[in-house]
């Protein structure tokens, strides 16, 4: 069954600060119609303007994910989107007052549950999947990093970081579906090394950081009186120190290596700006915003091969067919040596995917021709139609009778020979709605992976009496 694209039933409000800014921020959730997309809107400015979640439009990843259209920034919304990930969410408005998310507790799960799994609602359009067929890897030689992506049946992460910490070292963490993503990854919160703060401090960072939204490590010996010092630069009252090295403010972790599965969350928020929702397995080591979004790019580019209408559908020969020779007989008219489709592997919203095998003992053969067998033009025309014609029939009354009648051919072009050990495999996709009995489709034939030929036809729907 074909996954439906989904938004939420009620909007949602998020106060907060800005963790960089300090600025207080007001981000509301809204449901968004179909085929939207996440999309953010500054409603701070004189022009209000939309920002879409699209890995295109980041422009910066020094201190967390920031997207920028028409002049307009928005950042640190890695947590937020994360979040909006896990729940399967395609389409929504967000709206904000202030150039970043709010920080909230440092993770994601405010975000998540004041979300509510309750709160998602399924819309009429389908869901479209971007599955990982082959595997895509990103290094960045200078940090470290590398990100591999690889075919898996559902979506799973592994992630592995590593510090030149004595507190710090090396950690490992793992979301194995979708569904552990509230328990296991979403309470993770953003984590800092005690060096640092002062530096951001001073390049005018972390105005709304808070010794409670992130967990501080100290990885060197301090004195109460540093520790004082730097509480008092963030306006936080004092920490009793605990030991010279280890977690600041006696947090209690919630997991071990929460560290690692904080930025396995941020893994997720980044590559959900790839646009689609990810079927594959990645394995993140040392991974940042930089290179997250640089592996986004390159999994965007992949996506967009294979969503591309000259795109060559998957065909396993071990799954089992959505119609087989029988059915296709119960639909089409068409009887030996004209039935042009040995079955049917796909039927989505608006295409259809069917295949041919070519063998040398079609009876064509014998004269198309006899020392150089060649599968002909006009043949495969039929072949496309009676793909499409499947598609047509399938969505009728099935207690009445009905056939299909080509009424217009255009745009037809053949780009490779089609021979016998060929199988042909067949997408035609509906063009405009179906009205008054008329259809207009185009078809596209492939052989592996090669465009073989393609072109437009319009066919009319007429009731048998």
Do not use: W
Not at 211 to 232: F, G, H, S, W
């Amino acid at each position: 069954m074909a996954l439906k694209q989904k938004t939420i039933l009620n909007e949602v409000t998020f106060n907060g600060v800005g963790l960089h800014s300090g600025l207080k921020v007001t981000m509301t959730l809204k449901p968004a119609a179909e085929n939207t997309g996440i999309v953010f809107k500054r409603i701070d400015l004189e022009e209000e303007t939309i920002i879409e979640a699209d890995v295109r439009n980041v422009v910066d990843t020094s201190r967390g994910t920031v997207l920028e259209s028409n002049g307009a920034r928005v950042g640190t919304i890695e947590h937020t989107l994360a979040a909006i990930s896990a729940l399967g969410i395609d389409n929504l408005l967000i709206e904000i007052n202030a150039p970043e998310a709010p920080i909230m507790d440092g993770s994601s799960k405010l975000i998540y549950d004041g979300i509510g799994e309750e709160n998602i609602v399924e819309q009429d359009a389908e869901k479209e999947i971007f599955e990982i067929r082959n595997k895509i890897v990103f290094k960045d030689e200078e940090s470290g990093a590398e990100l591999i992506a690889l075919p898996d049946d559902d979506f799973s992460v592994d992630v592995m970081i590593s510090f030149n910490s004595p507190v710090l070292q090396n950690q490992f963490a793992r979301l194995g579906s979708m569904e552990q993503f509230r328990t296991e990854i979403a309470p993770c919160r953003t984590f800092v090394f005690l060096h640092e703060l002062e530096f951001l401090l001073n390049n005018n960072l972390v105005k709304g950081g808070d010794l409670d939204n992130a967990i501080v490590i100290m990885d060197r010996d301090v004195t109460q009186a540093e520790l004082d010092r730097i509480a008092d630069l963030f306006h936080h009252e004092h920490v009793k120190l605990n030991g010279n090295k280890g977690i600041l403010n006696n947090l209690q972790l919630h997991f071990s290596n929460e560290p690692a599965r904080h930025k396995l969350l941020d893994v997720i928020g980044d590559l959900s700006l790839v646009g689609r929702s990810i079927k594959g397995k990645i394995i993140a080591t040392r991974p940042g915003h930089s290179a997250n979004t640089q592996f986004a790019k390159l999994l965007q580019k992949e996506m967009n091969k294979q969503f591309a209408k000259t795109a060559p559908p998957v065909y396993n020969a071990d799954t089992e067919p959505v119609m087989d020779i029988n059915q296709i007989r119960k639909l089409l008219p068409h009887r030996y040596p004209f039935l042009m489709v040995d079955k049917v592997i796909e039927i989505k919203e608006k295409f259809i995917v069917g295949i041919k095998n070519i063998t040398t003992n079609e009876p064509m053969f014998t004269g198309h021709f006899p020392e150089e067998p060649v599968f002909p033009g006009v043949l495969q025309i039929e072949a496309m139609a009676q793909v499409g014609g499947l598609y047509v029939l399938n969505k009728m009354d099935p207690n009445k009778d009905y056939s299909t009648y080509f009424m217009k051919i255009d745009g037809i072009k053949f780009r490779r020979k089609i021979v016998p050990g060929d199988t042909l495999i067949i997408k035609v996709e509906l063009l405009t709605p179906i009205k008054r009995g008329i259809a207009t489709m185009k078809g596209y034939i492939f052989v592996g992976s090669q465009l073989a030929s393609e072109g437009e036809f319009m066919a009319q729907i007429v009731e048998n009496k």
